[in-house]
Nanobody, 123 residues
């Protein structure tokens, strides 16, 4: 069982940066693949980024590639999403997710979810 708590969201202007954090409970955090997803009002949840526990490989949605960076600190049971050059279209509730086997972009494959943190980017 893994419990996830996101933090770091807020209201920023276009071009600014934010770093989201996702703190996980459980002693086996280091063996979980971690993902970030987002959901804007009236839209489906979409993949943002993921990081594999076994290889450390990272994956990004095309819309955030080059602007966002996912990383993890296993000693702190925390995964991060550094978001630079934010755009109004990045406005959404951001969720972190965990799964012991899957590290891809399909949200339904992730077993554990946080409650989300709101990111609002004004133009």
């Amino acid at each position: 069982q893994v419990q996830l708590v996101e933090s770091g969201g807020g209201l920023v202007q276009a071009g600014a940066s934010l770093r989201l954090s996702c703190a996980a409970s459980g002693r086996t955090f280091s063996r979980y693949n971690m993902g970030w997803f987002r959901q804007a009002p009236g839209k489906e949840r979409e993949f943002v980024a993921a990081i594999s526990w076994s290889t450390g490989s990272t994956y990004y949605a095309d819309s955030v590639k080059g602007r966002f960076t996912i990383s993890r600190n296993n000693a702190k049971n925390t995964v991060y999403l550094q978001m630079n050059s934010l755009k109004p279209e990045d406005t959404a509730v951001y969720y972190c997710a965990a799964d012991s086997r899957y590290s891809g972009s399909y949200h339904a494959e992730y077993d554990y979810w946080g409650q989300g943190t709101q990111v609002t980017v004004s133009s």
